[in-house]
């Protein structure tokens, strides 16, 4: 394993096309990216809405694509959720959605930004990448 950083990923919208309750169609390199990631030792969660048998379909038609999770809807395999003592906020490193600021930007995408460690700001009514920003040249005698 190659580190131990967890990506909370949902289903409906950024794995598959939006069909809910139904499955959608794959989107393009959603499971290639996921294989990489996983294979590069990041741990997936599962992070949806889905509950029951959406959920349990949705899982099984991840499985069938060769992805298996490291937890579904919590932050660890075996977490009984407790909401008199806990939150309901996962424990992930990083989370992908399709309702991001600034929207879905794609699985290709999605893995240069973790693999660049790339950071965003908002300007005005944009979303911008740190790394596709100018860089500003700094003023002074030892910069």
Not at 4 to 19: S, W
Request: proline share 2%; charged share 35%; with cysteine.
């Amino acid at each position: 394993m190659l580190n131990n950083k967890k990506i909370a990923v949902d289903f409906d919208g950024t794995i598959v096309d939006d069909a809910y309750p139904a499955i959608g169609k794959p989107k393009t390199f959603a499971f290639e990216t996921l294989k990489r990631l996983q294979a590069e030792g990041y741990r997936l969660i599962l992070w949806t809405y889905r509950h029951g048998k959406t959920l349990d379909e949705a899982v099984e038609f991840c499985k069938k694509n060769g992805i298996e999770f490291y937890a579904v809807n919590s932050s660890f395999e075996g977490e009984v959720f407790d909401h008199e003592t806990q939150s309901r906020k996962l424990d992930a490193d990083w989370f992908i959605d399709d309702r991001n600021l600034g929207g879905f930007p794609g699985w290709g995408e999605i893995y240069n930004i973790i693999q660049e460690r790339i950071e965003f700001r908002v300007e005005g009514k944009e979303v911008l990448a740190y790394s596709k920003l100018k860089k500003e040249k700094k003023k002074g005698l030892f910069w």
